[in-house]
């Protein structure tokens, strides 16, 4: 089956302590996004990947890292979480760019204590 | 830079009842616009999109959508909304391949019986 899969699902944290939120994808998909959903603000970018080596900020990238060793996957790194980063997490692939259909995740719930 | 507003946050008709919401957009050119639906707890899911051609678009699950160049607008209709229905309803943005997508704020829509 065709999917997105995010793990965990659910995470409670507290602050400083780093984080990884895993991402993966089957479809063999070039582009690869997070997004962070807050409510009243919709979905927000934080980083995305053309390809394998090829990432960029999206709107919010500020206390965020990623890394795109493998096609399929693109891990979401939390290196000092702080509160305001407590969110739904979203990562989401598509064929070639964001042009094309989006394949999203079931999202990750982050709480920073 | 490309940006998106939906003016209304929540909206609540009656099943049966037409629907329409509100979609504008801020971009130079002619940007790829999207209409994304979210249930409760779950991930987004591509209603339709629009890339060029006929202005009238065609979606999933009865819905449709009008670009209208004139008035930088997007919105999202159907003829007779199911309780189903009710979910939230991102539009979003894109600029070409390689770059941004930008999402609304969404509107969350409420189906009364």
């Known amino acids: 089956e065709a999917q997105v899969t995010q793990n965990p699902r659910y995470l409670i944290t507290v602050t400083g302590k780093k984080l990884t939120v895993t991402c993966s994808q089957n479809m063999n998909h070039e582009y690869m996004s997070w997004y962070r959903q807050d409510p009243g603000l919709g979905l927000r970018q934080i980083y995305y990947s053309m390809n394998v080596e090829v990432t960029d900020k999206g709107d919010v990238p500020e206390g965020y890292k990623v890394s795109r060793k493998e096609k399929r996957n693109f891990p979401l790194i939390l290196e000092s979480p702080s509160p305001n980063q407590t969110s739904l997490y979203f990562c989401?692939?598509?064929?070639?760019?964001?042009?094309?259909?989006?394949?999203f995740g079931p999202g990750t719930r982050l709480t920073v204590l | 830079a490309q940006s998106v507003t939906q003016p209304d946050i929540h909206i609540t008709v009656s099943e049966g009842a037409s629907l329409e919401l509100r979609c504008n957009y801020s971009?130079?050119?002619?940007?790829?616009l999207f209409w994304y639906v979210q249930s409760p707890g779950q991930g987004l899911q591509l209603l339709l999109k629009?890339?060029?051609?006929?202005?009238l678009v065609q979606g999933i699950k009865g819905f449709e959508a009008e670009f209208k160049r004139s008035q930088s607008s997007f919105n999202l209709r159907k003829p007779s909304v199911h309780w189903s229905d009710a979910a939230e309803y991102f539009c979003?943005?894109?600029?070409?391949?390689?770059?941004?997508?930008?999402f609304g704020a969404g509107t969350i829509l409420r189906v009364k019986s």
């Open positions: 989401a692939s598509s064929l070639r760019g964001q042009a094309d259909t989006q394949y």
């Open positions: 629009y890339f060029s051609g006929d202005t």
């Open positions: 971009y130079g050119a002619t940007p790829y």
């Open positions: 979003a943005v894109g600029a070409g391949y390689g770059n941004k997508l930008v």
